[in-house]
């Protein structure tokens, strides 16, 4: 056992004090750092590859969705070198419009008017709960309204759709109405992202102050935050869109076939349409944000390059610019501490 403990405290490396180990082997530590891969600098080029091997790594996992969104670039590609639709013949032309001026509009506005005044009536003659017979009268006269609104709407929905089974929903009427149902909905989205971002920066920056933070701190919780409303608010529209399409399309009375061809690729161009202009947002704000890293790293390297260099020495800095130690008044000889 004595042999073994002796061998032991042979081979144990002897401890060295932390000045000692700054002061004789400077470049060790940084080497050990860099093989660590502590410090390591990263540059354009690896996040270029980073973001590749992530692309290629998301396309083999998720097909469909990669599919999807391949055939939406596709399909709005084509949108915009073909335009919206295939144009109505002069036959069909004159017999959409013909159907569509049977659609009595000024019926329908008068209905409209007359029920909105009966349920005043109504609203106005009836208590917090309770209902007396004068306030039922109204409540009969009101639904008697809706229920002759609601005809004449029905008659009314019936010709335009009579109408739009004439011009075809791959027609230019098709593919109009229902580009003009996805812009609404993503202009709503992005309005929505506007609004909330704003109140969002005007609550952080009450935050901001009373928990005295940076500007640089409050910028990037802010960028955050805009990225996320505008990801919700442009999902949302997006999904809301999807719902309400199969309404237009039905209203076209295509065969089950075609209004299944024409709702994938409808759902999938929206699809493409919102991933890419959110890909492009969080793009450009990760560019800024490293590009406004990368200035400060420069910057910090030109004003840190003309002071001396620092040499830790026993815990102690040095700075006389490595140009070697400091000799001491009194020379080699150290004053006892009672003196």
């Not at 009969?140 to 309204?145: F, G, T, V």
């Not at 399309?249 to 349409?273: C, D, E, G, K, V």
């Not at 700075?319 to 130690?325: C, I, T, W």
């Amino acid at each position: 056992f004595i042999i073994h403990r002796r061998l032991q405290l042979q081979l144990k490396p002897r401890d060295i004090p932390t000045g000692t180990m700054n002061q004789h082997q400077p470049n060790n530590n940084a080497a050990s750092g860099i093989r660590d891969g502590i410090g390591t600098i990263v540059t354009s080029s690896d996040i270029s590859t980073l973001a590749v091997t992530t692309i290629k790594n998301f396309t083999r996992r998720h097909k469909v969705i990669t599919t999807s969104y391949l055939y939406g670039l596709t399909t709005l590609l084509l949108l915009t070198l073909l335009g919206g639709g295939t144009k109505l013949s002069f036959d069909q032309q004159r017999q959409y419009n013909s159907i569509m001026n049977t659609v009595d509009i000024q019926a329908e506005y008068t209905a409209s008017s007359s029920y909105q005044t009966a349920y005043n009536n109504y609203y106005h003659s009836k208590g917090w709960i309770s209902c007396d017979a004068h306030c039922h009268h109204y409540k009969k006269i009101m639904e008697r309204k809706k229920y002759e609104w609601d005809e004449i709407k029905a008659e009314g929905n019936a010709r335009m759709s009579d109408a739009k089974s004439v011009a075809g929903l791959w027609s230019e009427v098709g593919v109009g109405e229902v580009t003009d149902s996805f812009w609404g909905y993503f202009a709503s989205g992005k309005s929505f992202a506007k609004r909330q971002s704003m109140w969002d920066a005007m609550f952080m920056g009450m935050r901001s102050m009373s928990r005295d933070e940076s500007m640089v701190e409050y910028m990037l919780k802010m960028l955050m935050q805009v990225l996320l409303n505008f990801s919700m608010g442009l999902i949302m529209a997006l999904v809301i869109f999807i719902f309400g399409l199969w309404n237009i399309i039905r209203t076209y009375q295509p065969n089950p076939l075609t209004a299944l061809f024409f709702f994938i690729t409808a759902a999938s161009a929206a699809f493409a349409l919102v991933s890419t202009y959110l890909f492009a947002l969080f793009g450009a704000a990760a560019g800024g944000v490293y590009g406004m890293a990368k200035m400060a790293e420069t910057n910090g390297r030109i004003e840190g390059g003309g002071g001396g260099r620092r040499n830790i020495r026993g815990g102690r800095a040095d700075r006389s610019g490595g140009q070697g130690q400091q000799q001491s008044p009194w020379g080699d000889q150290r004053r006892p501490h009672y003196q």
